[in-house]
């Protein structure tokens, strides 16, 4: 289906290319990547801090570690200044005793008197059998947190390798890739990092060099992938120079060619790369695309190695630069998966051919849709890569949803029992109320999903249905030319027969061309839940409350000729609806769409509707009179309980132009508000039976008088009344005492106060209300 003018045909997804044929594809263009990324200098291979995985056995990127509040214990531990008395020494608060084994500094802040002695002078690590590590001053450490001394383990922390690269210490590292120690830890070779804690805290109080333990929260780094508290550890890994991709991605967003949707995610783009770090690509897992590096048999992996597209090509450049009888192999690990996704909008068009039918086709695209949780892990990627390989940013928007939570507003998790499985919604409430309830939520903004939601929209599904029920039902047959003659011989696109129509028809018309305007213009805006939320209230709240309704006073009571102008409006109306509505409710509107008469196109390719057509905006106003007018009818008819099927009487009184509108449309009015046709009567001065009647005021020149008669037995409603006002008043009388009671103000708590006031005042307006109906019966009493 033809959409508003962002949404094209050619932002489709491309036919679906076979696997066989996509996978050779996709390799192809990964090494391209990788071969053309180093060959620019932008990848190299070193060893550095990485967040490693132990039981996954990977290094993970600083995007898949996420860092949580944990209870644990600091730990203050002596180190023995060497040379000096037993009362000398520097005690070190840590979280991570373990880590000790890797210390080759202690460093205090030189402002710090506390310890300025010690400065240049060796501390004695505990249980490494007298390991000295010289004591340090420097700016970095806090001399307000803590014990003012810290331990530099630039093996397992971030900030102490940053800081041990800058001074030039060295980096000694503890643990082994699957989290023990190692033979530097000595004795504790080969324990687990958690028991190895354990063990040295135990040793260290053994010792007399543990001082104290206690409770403290920390923000502890986990994998995203399994959940495991993630190691900080210095590893051989590939990465990949980022700032300079930076850079292009941040322009294109100040230069307009990138619209992210919406726009606060901007900030946190251009934050993040602002702030970008260096992209540790390598993985130990066997998942991904194998990297294109292969190392001579013999030689230093990281002085010797071939870049290459394939390991034909490896083996010739390597036999071109060592001889002829060189082996080569492979490099064992695997690309980060998000480095393959980074070239998704292309990679499967066929790049590096760019001559691709696919490529000049659909590239770039003009928008992407994805969860606002992966704008730095996939989206800003993307946009690196596009950029440096096609010289074009991939997309023009992009637009980013919400996620899913429960009703409560919680993260879905199958330990909060929580989980809400689209399947058994579907089947539950079915798949267009699960689109729509999704697809109403605010771009960027989580979406409270709850049963209840799910069932309203489930209702507005079904509400659709019974309306196109309606409408077919009452429709001529396909057959009947004469009648779809007098149908199609109304043209609504047209102001003139816009004009020319009666009150209603021109009302529910012009109100839908106000709304697919609105509606085109919030699509290209990407507001989609104000186009959902304005489809929603005019078909329920105008279309199928009123119009519908309205309508039946021409379908069932008037010639063949009259109930054309309805059936063309409802037709109308309701395709156009189908139309507008198709994007968030797919499968319903195409199922009713297709059961109405003489369609030969499925609704997904019918054209979109035309904006700008005309509309009556008098017409708009004199219906909401009309309604106002209705509405006040039916609220007085609720008052004083007649019954739904009763039919009343009323005189209607207002100023001649009003008059002469709202009196041609009595059989609607009548048949809105159950009054009694023949007893409706139009007049610009009150009925002589005034000071017998209900008086309404619908709007400002628009009432209306019911007489009593019709509506109640006014000595019954006398006595009902009587026996009300008689129990609110005791009700009230017991409020206030309880109220006024002195233990109650002094004991009771203050929410019960204030809801036992609250109680008085509504009970004092009900008083207040039930007094001035009887009042009115009474004097109507008096004068009958």
Not at 267 to 290: A, E, T, V
Request: charged share 25%.
């Amino acid at each position: 289906m033809a959409a508003p003018s962002r949404i094209r045909s050619r932002d489709l997804a491309p036919h679906v290319i076979g696997v066989e044929s996509t996978l050779p594809l996709m390799s192809r263009a990964v090494t391209e990547a990788f071969v053309r990324l180093h060959e620019k200098g932008l990848i190299y291979q070193g060893s550095y801090m990485v967040n490693w995985s132990p039981n996954l056995q990977t290094a993970v990127s600083d995007l898949e570690v996420e860092y949580s509040e944990e209870p644990g214990f600091l730990y203050y531990i002596k180190y023995r200044v060497a040379g000096g008395s037993r009362s000398d020494f520097l005690t070190i608060a840590t979280t991570r005793p373990e880590t000790l084994f890797g210390d080759v500094a202690i460093a205090v802040n030189p402002t710090d008197a506390r310890y300025s002695k010690y400065i240049g002078m060796n501390a004695i690590v505990p249980l490494t059998l007298g390991r000295h590590v010289p004591i340090i001053a420097h700016k970095y450490v806090d001399k307000d947190f803590g014990t003012g001394v810290l331990k530099i383990s630039p093996g397992h922390d971030h900030n102490d390798y940053l800081l041990a690269r800058k001074l030039g210490l060295p980096i000694l590292n503890v643990m082994n890739k699957d989290g023990t120690l190692n033979e530097v830890a000595g004795l504790y070779r080969g324990l687990d990092r958690f028991e190895a804690r354990k063990k040295v805290w135990a040793d260290l109080k053994e010792t007399k060099l543990a001082v104290k333990k206690e409770p403290h929260t920390s923000r502890v780094p986990r994998s995203q992938r399994g959940g495991e508290i993630i190691e900080p550890l210095v590893s051989k890994q590939w990465f990949i120079t980022m700032e300079p991709l930076a850079e292009k991605a941040l322009d294109a967003v100040k230069k307009g060619e990138l619209t992210i949707i919406p726009e606060r995610f901007e900030k946190i783009y251009d934050h993040w790369l602002s702030n970008i770090k260096d992209w540790c690509i390598s993985r130990q897992l066997w998942w991904g695309h194998r990297i294109p590096v292969w190392y001579i048999m013999g030689r230093d992996c990281e002085e010797d190695f071939i870049v290459a597209k394939n390991s034909d090509e490896a083996l010739e450049k390597a036999r071109y630069q060592y001889g002829k009888d060189v082996e080569i192999y492979q490099d064992p690990d695997v690309l980060d998966t998000w480095f393959s996704s980074a070239l998704w909008p292309f990679s499967t068009l066929g790049w590096p051919d760019e001559s691709a039918a696919d490529f000049s086709q659909y590239y770039p695209a003009t928008v992407l849709e994805t969860g606002h949780d992966i704008l730095f892990f996939w989206v800003a990627r993307m946009v690196m890569m596009g950029i440096e390989f096609t010289g074009r940013v991939p997309f023009k928007y992009v637009y980013l949803h919400g996620l899913i939570r429960d009703a409560q507003g919680r993260k879905m998790s199958k330990s909060l029992g929580n989980v809400i499985d689209p399947i058994d919604t579907i089947k539950e409430f079915g798949t267009d109320a699960l689109r729509f309830s999704i697809a109403l939520g605010t771009p960027g903004q989580d979406l409270n999903l709850s049963t209840e939601r799910l069932a309203a929209n489930k209702a507005f599904t079904n509400k659709l249905w019974n309306a196109g029920k309606f409408i077919l039902q009452n429709l001529p047959g396909q057959d009947d030319s004469s009648s779809w003659d007098g149908i199609y011989s109304y043209k609504f696109d047209i102001q003139d027969t816009l004009l020319t129509l009666p009150l209603p028809e021109s009302w529910v018309i012009s109100k839908l061309h106000l709304l697919i305007d609105d509606v085109t213009t919030s699509y290209d805006k990407f507001f989609f839940g104000d186009c959902g939320r304005g489809i929603y209230d005019f078909f329920w709240g105008d279309f199928a409350d009123w119009y519908i309704e309205a309508s039946k006073s021409r379908l069932y009571s008037g010639g063949k000729s009259v109930a054309f102008v309805s059936q063309a409006a409802l037709l109308y109306v309701f395709e156009n609806i189908l139309k507008i509505l198709h994007p968030f409710m797919p499968f319903v509107t195409e199922e009713l769409w297709q059961a109405l008469p003489h369609r030969t196109d499925a609704l997904i390719i019918t054209s979109w509707p035309k904006t700008g057509l005309p509309r009556d905006v008098s017409s708009i106003k004199k219906f909401e009179n009309l309604q106002a007018l209705t509405r006040s009818i039916r609220n007085a008819r609720a008052e004083y309980s007649v019954e739904p099927a009763k039919r009343i009487s009323a005189s209607v009184v207002a100023s001649p132009d009003v008059v002469h509108y709202i009196s041609r449309e009595k059989e609607v009015l009548s048949l809105l508000s159950r009054l009694e046709l023949q007893n409706v009567s139009f007049t610009d001065s009150p009925p002589g039976d005034a000071n017998q009647s209900v008086h309404i005021v619908a709007s400002e020149g628009l009432e209306a008088y019911l007489p009593l008669a019709d509506m109640v037995d006014i000595s019954a409603e006398l006595q009902r009344l009587s026996k009300r006002l008689s129990k609110l008043q005791t009700e009230y009388d017991g409020l206030m005492a309880r109220l006024n009671s002195p233990n109650f103000k002094e004991r009771a708590p203050e929410k019960i106060v204030r809801e036992v006031q609250e109680k008085i005042s509504e009970t004092e307006e009900r008083i207040n209300l039930t007094r001035n109906q009887l009042s009115f019966l009474q004097s109507r009493e008096l004068v009958k």
